[in-house]
């Protein structure tokens, strides 16, 4: 059955990525194209789950009912390793922080965590915030895209004001840019792609604004 709901899943992040007009989100959605004409089996991969991961699925199930996306992703589901990084556990930029976030990859390098589906060019899975959740700034090698199944969620690049992100818009951080992210009064899931240098773990940046400074509207 995992591999019925993880083909529906490509079929629908696809044309979610294809709806939008940014270069790089068109980009990934023929890549994931590819993947889901190609695809013919689904990793074994054991069970795991991570503390915020009840209320995030929760919000995920709330949007379920009206978006293709999150259902698919609901559906989907059961069958994601949830994680969190050893490097961020060992020194959490803040106290809650470890309890209130948790990623899952569903495809990468076989050299990551474990995952639905290998290849060596691309990762994409999902990301969970607990509410009120910041994610400080920090930067990566790696070219990266987020969509917001849930929101609303702020987003900041280097010294700019933070600014505000509804579900389903997509949000482009190329390769070295550092970024953070804050999650509104709701749990956040964010689906993530990255492409480049996917080895290289992303790190936290000393940050003169965190998470207080002034919010902006910006986008949908």
């Keep these: 059955m995992s591999l019925t709901h993880l083909s529906r899943f490509l079929e629908c992040f696809t044309d979610a990525l294809d709806r939008d007009d940014q270069p790089v989100a068109r980009s990934h959605a023929k890549r994931l194209r590819t993947l889901q004409a190609n695809l013919k089996t689904v990793q074994d991969i054991p069970a795991a789950r991570v503390p915020v991961q009840t209320r995030c699925e929760a919000e995920l199930k ?20 949830l ?26 390098p076989d050299s990551g965590p474990p995952a639905l589906m290998t290849d060596a060019d691309i990762s994409f899975g999902l990301m969970f915030l607990g509410p009120d959740t910041h994610y400080p700034l920090h930067s990566h090698p790696a070219d990266e895209i987020y969509y917001a199944v849930t929101g609303p969620s702020f987003w900041r690049t280097g010294d700019d004001a933070w600014s505000l992100r509804n579900a389903g818009e997509i949000i482009h951080h190329p390769s070295w840019i550092p970024h953070a992210t804050l999650a509104g009064n709701r749990p956040l899931v964010l689906l993530y792609v990255w492409q480049g240098d996917l080895e290289t773990d992303a790190a936290f940046l000393p940050d003169r604004m965190g998470s207080g400074s002034t919010l902006t509207t910006q986008g949908g």
């Design 62 to 81: 709330a949007y379920a009912a009206d978006y293709a996306l999150a259902k698919a992703l609901a559906d989907l589901m059961p069958a994601i390793h």
């Design 83 to 108: 994680t969190r990084s050893e490097t961020y556990l060992a020194a959490p930029p803040s106290a809650d922080f470890g309890n209130n976030y948790g990623y899952g990859v569903i495809c990468g």
